[in-house]
Nanobody, 124 residues
Framework: QPQLVESGGGLVQAGGSLRLSCAAS????????NGWFRQAPGKEREGIAC????????DYADSVQGRFTISRDNAKNTLYLQMNNLQPEDTAVYYC?????????????????WGRGTQVTISS
C-alpha cells in the first residue's frame, strides 16, 4: 500500500527553523515528481516546492524562495523540506505529495497522492 507520512511540524517563534520529513513506503520516491504544498485555514492549497520530473530541477514559490529547501534521500526513501526564517504567514498544514510529472511548483496542489499533513505554527 503506497503511503506518505509527514513529520517534523511544530510551534516555533518567528525567525526560527524547522525541517519536515516525508517517509514514503510501497513505492520509490525517485520514480515520481515530489513536492510540498501547504494549506492555511480558509485559504486554497499553495504549492511551495517541487522536484520536477523529468528534469529533476527544484522549483519554489516566490513566497518561500531563499528560505525553504526541498531535498530527497533516495537511500532512506524520504523527502525533506528545510524551512528557515519562518514567519507567521507560514503557519499552515504542510503536505508532501507525489505525481508522475511536475513542470513547476504550481502543479503541486493538483498532485494525485499526498500524506495526512503536519501542522506548522509560527508565533510572532
Amino acid at each position: 500500500q503506497p503511503q506518505l507520512v509527514e513529520s517534523g511540524g511544530g510551534l516555533v517563534q518567528a525567525g526560527g527553523s524547522l525541517r519536515l520529513s516525508c517517509a514514503a513506503s510501497g513505492f520509490a520516491l525517485d520514480e515520481y515528481a515530489n513536492g510540498w504544498f501547504r494549506q492555511a485555514p480558509g485559504k486554497e492549497r499553495e504549492g511551495i516546492a517541487c522536484i520536477t520530473r523529468p528534469d529533476g530541477l527544484k522549483d519554489y514559490a516566490d513566497s518561500v524562495q531563499g528560505r525553504f529547501t526541498i531535498s530527497r534521500d533516495n537511500a532512506k526513501n524520504t523527502l525533506y523540506l528545510q524551512m528557515n526564517n519562518l514567519q507567521p504567514e507560514d503557519t499552515a498544514v504542510y503536505y508532501c505529495a507525489v505525481d508522475p510529472f511536475c513542470y513547476s511548483v504550481s502543479d503541486v496542489p493538483d498532485f494525485g497522492s499526498w500524506g495526512r499533513g503536519t501542522q506548522v505554527t509560527i508565533s510572532s
